[in-house]
């Protein structure tokens, strides 16, 4: 069993940035892949971005250059790094972890509100 708990959330202006922390527990989340995904208001649940176990990343189009996946595996924690913000961006983020050779995302934080003003 994984428990993810999200935080780092807040106001921001345009071209600010955050950085989103998902602490995991259980011992073998290091070797789990991590995504994170966002909601905003009204809009369906889309993929940001995932880093897998050994620290291979991947993102969507629309924050390609901006945002940067990282895990601290002594930490047991997989950060969201979001630079060059903008309005659109503003959302719940929510970490999600599965193992590598599953195809859903078992286990899902809370979310964390990001709200970029213009």
């Known amino acids: 069993q994984v428990q993810l708990v999200e935080s780092g959330g807040g106001l921001v202006q345009a071209g600010g940035s955050l950085r989103l922390s998902c602490a995991a527990s259980g011992r073998t989340f290091s070797s789990y892949r991590t995504g994170w995904f966002r909601q905003a208001p009204g809009k369906e649940r889309e993929f940001v971005g995932r880093?897998?176990?050994?620290?291979?990343?991947y993102y969507a189009d629309s924050v390609k250059g901006r945002f940067t996946i990282s895990r601290d595996h002594a930490k047991n924690t997989v950060y969201l790094q979001m630079n060059s913000l903008k309005p659109e961006d503003t959302a719940v983020y929510y970490c999600?972890?599965?193992?590598?050779?599953?195809?859903?995302?078992?286990?899902w934080g809370q979310g964390t509100q990001v709200t970029v003003s213009s």
């Open positions: 880093i897998t176990g050994s620290g291979n990343t």
């Open positions: 999600a972890a599965r193992k590598e050779d599953g195809v859903l995302y078992e286990w």
